[in-house]
């Protein structure tokens, strides 16, 4: 894991180093890799993964939307901060799906309790998936996979590369996936909530628009808060 800061106030940078710091000191494990620029344009020039960011929203040059915005197109799991003393810019940062807003001067509990937030949705969507079929096991990231589908005998993993025939039932899958990411809608399909695309009281529109879930009625309501509870998380 990387964790970057971007920020033209050098004081800043170093406030959020120790308060990092100071949170894996905290829960016991070494602190990941971090890296500090004072500006939009080094951050995007950098080559290697951004896992985590804190991002400023106004420095010199290129601004933290138009930044932030670039981070999103390379890789949408990327797990966005916005440091700013300027609220009003909150509407547009939310366009590139940021994870927190932190506003400065910075709150140190409040930051704490977002970092402990940040760290559970990595590792929720970094841990490795196996998925066992007759030919082999293969092995995935939470996110990839889009649904878990019941067809007669068959139970199809849904992911974004193929769909694979596991050798194991839907209970096995309703334990093994993130409860705070997935839901069982029907008997019949375990979704995604990252790979919804719309839904109704009856179907769920998923990324893979040849995937149509099912939603049983009784179950319409837990699903939607359970939904939307997810979107409120990823803000």
């Known amino acids: 894991m990387r964790i970057l800061i971007c920020d033209d106030d050098t004081l800043i940078i170093e406030q959020l180093q120790k308060y990092i710091e100071s949170y894996f000191e905290s829960i016991h494990l070494k602190c990941p890799k971090l890296v500090s620029f004072t500006s939009g344009e080094a951050l995007l020039a950098d080559q290697e993964e951004k896992d985590i960011i804190f991002l400023d929203i106004e420095m ?14 390379a890789n949408k799991n990327a797990i ?16 590139f799906h940021v994870f927190r807003y932190l ?58 590369r193929q769909d694979f025939n596991s050798i194991h039932n839907m209970a096995y899958w309703l334990g093994q996936l993130p409860k705070n990411s997935f839901f069982q809608t029907h008997r019949s399909f375990i979704i995604n909530f990252e790979h919804i695309v719309d839904f109704d009281h009856s179907t769920i529109h998923l990324s893979n628009r040849q995937i149509i879930a099912y939603l049983t009625r009784r179950k319409y309501s837990s699903f939607k808060n359970a939904y939307l509870l997810y979107l409120e998380s990823m803000r």
């Open 60 to 73: 010199p040059g290129m601004n933290g939307i138009y930044v932030g915005n670039e981070l999103k197109k």
């Open 80 to 95: 966005i901060f916005v440091v700013t003393s300027y609220s009003e810019y909150l509407d547009e940062a939310m366009r």
């Open 103 to 160: 506003s400065k001067p910075l709150d140190r509990q409040r930051f704490l309790r977002n970092m402990k937030d940040a760290l559970a949705y990595y590792n929720s969507i970094t841990a490795k998936i196996p998925v066992e079929t007759k030919q082999g096991v293969y092995l995935f990231p939470a996110s990839e996979i889009i649904a878990i589908e019941a067809l007669g005998r068959k139970v199809i993993v849904h992911t974004a």
